[in-house]
């Protein structure tokens, strides 16, 4: 009786064990468990390796001819190849060499250690200074907040701009894009902000920049008092595109820790069109059709993914007011990636190129630049005046060429004629030198000193006249 029970449980036994074993072999293997594979092709920026089974946005490691390894990442597959995206030079690779998994998960090195200090963008410090101690690690996408959650925008954000402190007021937790074509001052205008704005720290994201401008923007644009606040990740343009991709990933994963931590946080991201380049060459070398002039529509569901990762946090924690750089190629409005990150950002700041031809400085074009949140922050005599100094600008640019060549008659539309008298205070007022700080106070206050005292010289005709030689 025993004998027949003992050998009841065996065989039970063994049927359990065989329905595991059937189980295991159709569950895909854990991720720290992916074959090797082997380097199959490498064309242009992609490798494509056979036999390695690592999933989408993990990472790997290719073995070179001298014993060298670089890091990769993997960024599609067709059937047996894997596609991979090299972040280091890949000089030396050799036909068939090897790919493993790596255990780089693509995490963020966050914490107190981070301030004042400059990194790459795989969290590498560039300023000579040692290693970085992080507090703790957060993933490189970030983690998304219910959008009802978010605490609404009500603040005031002083940028010691005046000209966007009294027409474009900025509130505490916006996105707001810089609009501009080459050498039109975007850079220097983000300088400028980067002093002037009150924040509790200053994440800045260099994305496929110039490299000279990294060591202007530590030393001369922020200083030894500005870098103890701030964060600097540099990926400038002579590295690989998924390194400039993960640069700015890195910048708001850096911010939106800050963040958390119930600071206000100011992250300036230079540019947000150069990281649409990498994830364009990315995703032509991977075989994404072009669509919008050569955009593939990874890059417009990119953008809205990383801006949409900053603003206010949930409720009770702090706040992310970020300015993103947008270059508009041949002073193009309507160029792919401008129309695309105005949809998505809460207001654009537009500076012209025949603005800073003629010698003023900031070169805003009050125009067509917009704050989708002047509303919440400001009252209604203040946007009475916002409204009225775009009303006299718009009739002054209206009848310019006549007011240039002395055609126009006064009388002939008081709009224009009290346009015409203030116009050489309006342009006082716009323009503002690089070491000079408005607050928010003293700006509303000059705005409405601008617009409600007579205009000193009625006949001022000549003077406009000759602002515009």
């Known amino acids: 009786m025993g004998n027949i029970a003992a050998e009841h449980w065996e065989e039970l036994r063994n049927l359990r064990l065989a329905a595991r074993l059937s189980q295991a072999r159709l569950q895909p293997p854990p991720l720290g468990l992916a074959r090797e594979g082997v380097l199959r092709r490498a064309v242009g920026l992609t490798l494509e390796a056979s036999g390695c089974s690592a999933p989408l946005g993990s990472h790997v490691r290719v073995e070179t001819a001298g014993g060298r390894w670089i890091d990769a990442e993997v960024v599609g ?10 972040t280091d030079d ?14 780089k998960r693509g995490e963020v090195a966050v914490g107190e250690g981070l301030l004042g200090r400059v990194i790459d963008s795989d969290g590498v410090p560039l300023d000579g200074r040692g290693p970085i101690r992080p507090d703790r690690w957060v993933g490189l996408g970030g983690e998304s907040i219910n959008p009802l959650m978010r605490e609404p925008i009500t603040q005031s954000l002083d940028v010691g701009v005046r000209a966007i402190n009294a027409l474009l007021p900025i509130g505490r937790g916006q996105r707001i894009g810089l609009f501009a074509g080459s050498g039109v001052g975007k850079s220097t205008l983000l300088g400028m902000m980067t002093r002037y704005t009150k924040a509790d720290v200053i994440v800045v994201g260099l994305v496929g920049e110039r490299g000279r401008e ?72 991977v075989g994404e059709p072009p669509t919008t002039r050569g955009y593939p529509p990874s890059v417009f569901a990119r953008l809205p993914a990383l801006v949409e990762r900053a603003g206010n946090g949930a409720d009770g924690s702090g706040s992310i007011t970020a300015f993103y750089t947008v270059l508009t190629e041949g002073d193009d409005q309507q160029e792919p990636i401008a129309d695309a990150a105005r949809a998505i950002l809460d207001g654009h700041i537009v500076l012209t190129r025949r603005i800073a031809d003629s010698g003023q400085y900031p070169a805003i074009d009050v125009e067509v630049s917009v704050s989708r949140v002047m509303q919440d ?56 030198d690089v070491a000079e700080a408005a607050d928010v106070e003293s700006s509303r206050a000059a705005l409405a000193t601008l617009l409600d005292d007579r205009p000193a010289n009625p006949e001022a005709a000549p003077a406009a006249q000759e602002s515009l030689r």
């Open 77 to 86: 597959f067709s059937g047996e190849r894997t596609f991979l995206m090299p």
């Open 377 to 432: 922050i400001t009252d209604a005599p203040w946007r009475a005046r916002i409204r009225k100094l775009k009303q006299l600008m718009v009739a002054y640019n209206t009848q310019r060429d006549l007011i240039a060549i002395g055609a126009y008659q006064r009388g002939s539309d008081p709009v224009v004629d009290e346009a015409l008298a203030r116009w050489p205070a309006i342009q006082a007022f716009l323009g503002q």
């Open 90 to 103: 890949i000089a030396g690779l050799l036909p068939n060499a090897r790919v493993i998994s790596s255990r």
């Open 214 to 285: 990294v060591r202007d923007f530590v030393e001369a644009t922020l200083g030894e008092d500005g870098m103890r606040r701030s964060v600097v990740v540099a990926a400038p343009a002579d590295r690989p595109p998924l390194a400039r991709l993960h640069g700015a990933l890195r910048a708001t994963a850096i911010a939106e820790y800050y963040r958390d931590q119930g600071l206000d946080v100011l992250l300036l991201m230079d540019s947000l069109t150069r990281y649409a380049h990498a994830q364009r060459e990315i995703g032509l070398s």
